[in-house]
């Protein structure tokens, strides 16, 4: 049960924000602020898991809230301004959604932000030193910590070690990988690349940077490297 909050300075669209929110079993409505300084006040005195928020609010706006929060929940935010969006995701926010807002959509986002406390729920599990994939009718043995990053290439992969110059190739697919190596801080961010999250130097809008080495971060991949990375949010 994700504990969150709601925060608009518009009555009525706060009445709708409670109203769906009380609609998802998996959601517990702890408060509702009409601007962002009870907000403030409700986090002072209860713990949040996620908070509905509004941007354009008279005082402190909804980005400006979010900054000044050391440790800030999970965020989604609800506006009717879409010029906003890239602030919205450079505050690393599980969802930017445009009012009016239909159930389907609020609800899509609320999946979105239950996946991501789920990743951060789980409970650390014993790291497995080395595992073995087939190369030319041989096993080859990785070791996990020399895992760099792992490349996508049709039926097959290229395993990036920082121990060797050459990628080690095998007949293999990400997603296979991934659902082996995700518990382990080696993220998913694109549809061709895994990641080990203590190889990375640097986040960039649509980059990461491993030392010298950028490769694409889609935006689709964020709240499973948000539960690995301490990125600002």
């Given at each position: 049960?994700?504990?969150?909050?709601?925060?608009?300075?518009?009555?009525?669209?706060?009445?709708?924000?409670?109203?769906?929110?009380?609609r998802v079993p998996f959601l517990h409505l702890v408060g509702r602020c009409k601007?962002?300084?009870?907000?403030?006040?409700?986090?002072?005195?209860?713990?949040?898991?996620?908070?509905?928020?509004?941007?354009?609010?008279?005082?402190?706006?909804?980005?400006?809230?979010?900054?000044?929060?050391?440790?800030?929940?999970?965020?989604?935010?609800?506006?009717?301004?879409?010029?906003?969006?890239?602030?919205?995701?450079?505050?690393?926010?599980?969802?930017?959604?445009?009012?009016?807002?239909?159930?389907?959509?609020?609800?899509?986002?609320?999946?979105?932000?239950?996946?991501?406390?789920?990743?951060?729920?789980?409970?650390?599990?014993?790291?497995?030193?080395?595992?073995?994939?087939?190369?030319?009718?041989?096993?080859?043995?990785i070791t996990i910590a020399d895992i760099v990053y792992i490349e996508s290439m049709k039926d097959?992969?290229?395993?990036?070690?920082?121990?060797?110059?050459?990628?080690?190739?095998?007949?293999?697919?990400?997603?296979?990988?991934?659902?082996?190596?995700?518990?382990?801080?080696?993220?998913?961010?694109?549809?061709?690349?895994?990641?080990?999250?203590?190889?990375?130097?640097?986040?960039?809008?649509?980059?990461?940077?491993?030392?010298?080495?950028?490769?694409?971060?889609?935006?689709?991949?964020?709240?499973?490297?948000?539960?690995?990375?301490?990125?600002?949010?």
């Open positions: 049960m994700m504990r969150c909050i709601a925060v608009d300075d518009e009555k009525w669209v706060l009445d709708l924000l409670v109203d769906n929110i009380n601007n962002a300084l009870e907000a403030i006040e409700l986090l002072h005195r209860e713990e949040v898991d996620l908070i509905f928020l509004d941007i354009q609010m008279p005082g402190l706006d909804g980005i400006q809230f979010v900054q000044s929060l050391q440790h800030p929940p999970m965020i989604i935010f609800v506006t009717a301004y879409k010029e906003y969006a890239w602030d919205g995701f450079e505050l690393a926010a599980v969802d930017y959604l445009l009012k009016p807002v239909s159930f389907e959509r609020f609800l899509k986002a609320c999946n979105k932000a239950q996946e991501l406390f789920r990743l951060q729920q789980k409970p650390a599990k014993e790291q497995p030193a080395s595992f073995f994939v087939y190369v030319e009718y041989n096993q080859v043995k097959y992969v290229k395993i990036h070690l920082s121990s060797v110059t050459r990628p080690v190739i095998t007949k293999m697919s990400l997603k296979a990988l991934e659902d082996k190596l995700l518990p382990y801080r080696l993220v998913r961010i694109h549809k061709s690349y895994i990641i080990a999250a203590d190889k990375v130097t640097a986040v960039k809008r649509d980059l990461i940077c491993l030392g010298n080495i950028e490769l694409p971060f889609s935006d689709s991949y964020r709240p499973g490297v948000e539960a690995v990375l301490p990125l600002n949010r």
